[in-house]
């Protein structure tokens, strides 16, 4: 078996505390891999920063060649978490660059690659951003296009914490001691040296699964220890016969692990105080200056208990003679953007637009639209027939976008505010991804943004296969595909009609994943290949924009020319929200017109 690893450990990213851990977990990493075989890699800041380009060079360098049949990727270091599993590393010039690792985007360039198995091993914080600063930065995939057509390798993840949580480090006498919590106890099921890492059924290999049923018990043990909580998150996929990470036999030489310190009281630091002081606690907390003002630094979104408050109470109609249209809250409306052969106008409210189709009066096909709002951004849209969308907009552009049929109950929206809700606080957890989406699913023709939800949880884990399943049943129930299921499933597109159509593959029958999915067949059953409609002509969420590579050579349309280039004109909004420069872009490319309030 040909299997890659980098071990990525980025102690000093300047303005964030300093991780001697990060360093030294990375280091044993590699030192396990080689150990098991590996050609693996070490990348460190300890001689120089770890920026992206540094980070490309040695990805390319490490997977040139033929196809590999295993590639694993450790980074301990800081992270963030913004919206649905956009996990984020910090480099060593984050701060500078105001960029970061996407690993989700990542993750997907190496499908390229012709890998048939990815493991991903990250000890780094998923908190939320904590100021302006860390919330604006770019979100960079790091590789370009790979060499080969996208293929559907095994993904596995161990993730140090949940989504919205800290992991911590623990210091021990000397710098080269310390040691980051999950990372200890990763290394020593890694290694063999954990009974409880050890498959029940195959005793003498520690797998795929056996790892991560471990890891979710030991770690938070470990840490209940220091009076901490940790939770990893956990996702093994990889396949029976195909899944080892450590074998009695061959005998190897194992390494000798120092006993963990004893606990003692965590350290601090004082936010606001200006004093610094080394810490025990989340390696993301931000070491203050005494010339940083509060202001600089604590970022505060809309609260959740506001944001979920103003979904319930927000008015909404409950029709339209068009059959489609948007009801906006939270900012006022000067104009929507249509195109050809499409009239926009307010109806009812001043900030409810009915959206019809002529020479015809009701909406017929999905339309782009852009609405724009008095504060000089605008919502990149796509109004759908048959569905009214109630938008919600703060000062960072839309927040939340929930779609009802005109023939649906106003309490069908209740699934999609709990979700947009949980988004909000950074809590759709990945490790229950599979059966979580079921949930989603099972309303998703009642408003499509459950649909795109589930669909990003299903990519968190590798599972093209029902975001493809997803697309076919859209299709069978004669509704338009969402483009960001369209685009995760890695659909073929094509313009026909002045409309984008998507051709979903057949896909076979599979065994359930998890006990929920053996009572919902279309989570594993066989489904034909179709071709649909698909549901707008960009991304709905902004974290999908990321996902867009140059249109490619093989005729697909999906990725229609020119949307790269409004991609750094999206604001950090949730949904897709422009400044003006990228408005006038997609209105160019699309024929958009503004029809404004008469």
């Known amino acids: 078996?040909?299997?890659?690893?980098?071990?990525?450990?980025?102690?000093?990213?300047?303005?964030?505390?300093?991780?001697?851990?990060?360093?030294?977990?990375?280091?044993?990493?590699?030192?396990?891999?080689?150990?098991?075989?590996?050609?693996?890699?070490?990348?460190?800041?300890?001689?120089?920063?770890?920026?992206?380009?540094?980070?490309?060079?040695?990805?390319?360098?490490?997977?040139?060649?033929?196809?590999?049949?295993?590639?694993?990727?450790?980074?301990?270091?800081?992270?963030?978490?913004?919206?649905?599993?956009?996990?984020?590393?910090l480099l060593s010039d984050w701060?500078?660059?105001?960029?970061?690792?996407?690993?989700?985007?990542?993750?997907?360039?190496?499908?390229?690659?012709?890998?048939?198995?990815?493991?991903?091993?990250?000890?780094?914080?998923?908190?939320?951003?904590?100021?302006?600063?860390?919330?604006?930065?770019?979100?960079?995939?790091?590789?370009?296009?790979?060499?080969?057509?996208?293929?559907?390798?095994?993904?596995?993840?161990?993730?140090?914490?949940?989504?919205?949580?800290?992991t911590f480090a623990i210091p021990g006498d000397n710098p080269e001691d310390d040691r980051c919590l999950f990372s200890g106890v990763l290394l020593e099921g890694l290694w063999g040296t954990q009974p409880s890492a050890f498959s029940v059924t195959r005793a003498d290999k520690v797998t795929s699964g056996s790892l991560g049923k471990y890891l979710k018990t030991e770690v938070p043990k470990r840490a209940a220890v220091y009076g901490l909580a940790v939770n990893p998150t956990v996702v093994p996929t990889f396949g029976e016969g195909e899944?080892?990470?450590?074998?009695?036999?061959?005998?190897?030489?194992?390494?000798?692990?120092?006993?963990?310190?004893?606990?003692?009281?965590?350290?601090?630091?004082?936010?606001?105080?200006?004093?610094?002081?080394?810490?025990?606690?989340?390696?993301?907390?931000?070491?203050?200056?005494?010339?940083?003002?509060?202001?600089?630094?604590?970022?505060?979104?809309?609260?959740?208990?506001?944001?979920?408050?103003?979904?319930?109470?927000?008015?909404?109609?409950d029709h339209f003679e068009t059959g489609s249209g948007f009801a906006i809250d939270g900012e006022d409306v000067l104009a929507l953007w249509t195109g050809r052969d499409v009239f926009a106008e307010v109806h009812g409210e001043p900030n409810w637009w009915r959206v019809g189709q002529q020479?015809?009066?009701?909406?017929?096909?999905?339309?782009?639209?852009?609405?724009?709002?008095?504060?000089?951004?605008?919502?990149?849209?796509?109004?759908?027939?048959?569905?009214?969308?109630?938008?919600?907009?703060?000062?960072l552009g839309v927040s939340a976008v929930i779609y009802r049929g005109i023939d649906t109950p106003p309490e069908v929206a209740t699934s999609a505010e709990k979700a947009l809700s949980q988004l909000e606080k950074g809590r759709l957890?990945?490790?229950?991804?599979?059966?979580?989406?079921?949930?989603?699913?099972?309303?998703?023709?009642?408003?499509?943004?459950?649909?795109?939800?589930?669909?990003?949880?299903?990519?968190?884990?590798?599972?093209?296969?029902?975001?493809r399943r997803m697309a076919y049943y859209y299709v069978a129930n004669e509704q338009p595909i969402p483009y960001d299921i369209a685009l995760l499933g890695q659909l073929v597109g094509k313009r026909q009609d002045n409309l984008l159509h998507a051709i979903v593959p057949a896909i076979k029958a599979r065994k359930p994943r998890t006990e929920q999915e053996k009572y919902f067949g279309w989570t594993h059953n066989a489904t034909p290949q179709v071709e649909g409609i698909v549901g707008g002509c960009w991304p709905w969420l902004r974290q999908g924009w990321a996902f867009l590579d140059d249109p490619a050579d093989d005729g697909s349309n999906l990725i229609l020319p020119g949307l790269l280039d409004v991609r750094p004109h999206l604001t950090t909004a949730r949904f897709a929200t422009l400044n003006p420069g990228g408005a006038m872009l997609l209105a160019r490319i699309f024929g958009l017109t503004p029809q404004k309030i008469r």
Not at 373 to 379: D, L, P, T
């Open 359 to 395: 020479p015809g009066y009701k909406l017929a096909q999905p339309v782009p639209v852009l609405i724009e709002f008095a504060n000089e951004q605008f919502g990149a849209m796509t109004a759908l027939p048959k569905f009214i969308a109630s938008v919600q907009v703060d000062d």
């Open 1 to 89: 078996m040909k299997a890659l690893a980098l071990a990525i450990g980025i102690s000093s990213a300047p303005r964030l505390s300093y991780l001697a851990g990060a360093v030294n977990g990375a280091r044993d990493f590699q030192a396990w891999a080689v150990a098991m075989g590996y050609t693996a890699r070490l990348l460190t800041d300890e001689d120089a920063p770890v920026t992206i380009p540094r980070l490309e060079q040695e990805l390319k360098a490490l997977l040139q060649g033929a196809p590999c049949d295993r590639l694993l990727i450790y980074y301990a270091g800081h992270g963030l978490i913004r919206e649905l599993e956009e996990g984020l590393w």
């Open 243 to 317: 899944d080892v990470y450590f074998a009695l036999l061959p005998r190897r030489a194992v390494p000798v692990f120092p006993a963990w310190p004893p606990p003692s009281p965590p350290e601090t630091s004082a936010p606001y105080s200006g004093g610094v002081r080394k810490v025990m606690g989340p390696p993301d907390q931000i070491l203050l200056d005494d010339n940083l003002a509060k202001e600089e630094v604590v970022f505060a979104r809309e609260s959740v208990p506001s944001f979920a408050r103003r979904l319930r109470e927000q008015k909404r109609p």
């Open 429 to 467: 957890r990945a490790t229950d991804a599979a059966d979580l989406a079921i949930t989603l699913r099972q309303q998703k023709h009642t408003d499509p943004v459950l649909g795109v939800v589930g669909a990003y949880l299903y990519d968190a884990i590798g599972d093209v296969d029902n975001i």
């Open 95 to 166: 701060e500078t660059g105001l960029r970061a690792v996407a690993v989700e985007v990542l993750k997907r360039r190496l499908y390229q690659y012709g890998i048939k198995q990815i493991g991903i091993f990250a000890d780094a914080c998923r908190c939320l951003p904590s100021d302006v600063q860390a919330a604006d930065l770019t979100a960079d995939g790091v590789l370009g296009k790979g060499p080969r057509a996208a293929s559907q390798p095994e993904v596995d993840k161990f993730i140090a914490t949940q989504d919205g949580d800290e």
